[in-house]
Nanobody, 115 residues
Framework: QVQLVESGGDLVQAGGSLRLSCVVSGRIFRPNTMGWYRQAPGKQRELVAT???????NYADSAKGRFTISRDNAKNTVYLQMNSLKPEDTAVYSCNYRYYSATYWGQGTQVTVSS
């Protein structure tokens, strides 16, 4: 079993920055994929960014140039640095761990961007 705990969500003004963290614990195997997803009210959950164990990253178009995903394998932690935040970034951000067909989710952290 794998547990994921996110933190760092907050209320921030447009143009501001936040750094989300996700600590992973339990039976962790590598190579794995860690990712951040988000779900806004009334919308489906969408990919924000993913990062492989070796560091390769992938971003949604909405995140490119503003968000940076990173990971510290020694701390079993994945981060999402979000800059130049926009009101449309408002959502619950959830952390995801995936090892082959096994996938686990955190409980999510709320990010609210005011205009």
């Amino acid at each position: 079993q794998v547990q994921l705990v996110e933190s760092g969500g907050d209320l921030v003004q447009a143009g501001g920055s936040l750094r989300l963290s996700c600590v992973v614990s339990g039976r962790i195997f590598r190579p794995n994929t860690m990712g951040w997803y988000r779900q806004a009210p009334g919308k489906q959950r969408e990919l924000v960014a993913t990062i492989l164990s070796g560091g390769s990253t992938n971003y949604a178009d909405s995140a490119k140039g503003r968000f940076t995903i990173s990971r510290d394998n020694a701390k079993n932690t994945v981060y999402l640095q979000m800059n130049s935040l926009k009101p449309e970034d408002t959502a619950v951000y959830s952390c995801n761990y995936r090892y082959y067909s096994a996938t686990y989710w955190g409980q999510g952290t709320q990010v609210t961007v005011s205009s």
